[in-house]
């Protein structure tokens, strides 16, 4: 393995954590709009008593828990498998 080699290993690795950054902070940013989004609608307090209900107080934070909920998928990633009509 030769210095350009190396050179594109490690471009694709820094390609490959950049892309992964860029999708967690768009999640986040997803999920921050739509927790503002449930917190300036009726949704509201069915939401709120919902997370009562489990022992949350979250009264005023609907924004944040948007933003972590979308913070935490934005690591998952669904991997959609087609079986192929040929077996």
């Known amino acids: 393995?030769?210095?350009e080699d190396f050179l594109?290993?490690?471009?694709?690795?820094a390609l490959v954590v950049g892309l992964i950054f860029f999708v967690v902070i768009l999640s986040t940013i997803v999920g921050l709009?739509?927790?503002w989004v449930i917190s300036i609608s009726?949704?509201?307090?069915?939401?709120?008593?919902?997370?009562?209900?489990?022992g949350l107080?979250?009264?005023?934070?609907?924004?944040?828990?948007?933003a972590t909920v979308?913070?935490?998928?934005?690591?998952?990633?669904?991997?959609?498998?087609k079986k192929s009509s040929d077996d």
């Open 8 to 13: 594109i290993a490690l471009g694709a690795g």
């Open 57 to 66: 107080d979250v009264s005023g934070k609907i924004t944040h828990v948007g």
């Open 42 to 54: 009726p949704l509201n307090w069915w939401v709120e008593q919902g997370f009562l209900a489990i």
């Open 70 to 81: 979308g913070f935490i998928s934005g690591f998952f990633t669904a991997y959609h498998s």
């Open 33 to 35: 709009f739509t927790g």
């Open 1 to 3: 393995m030769d210095f």
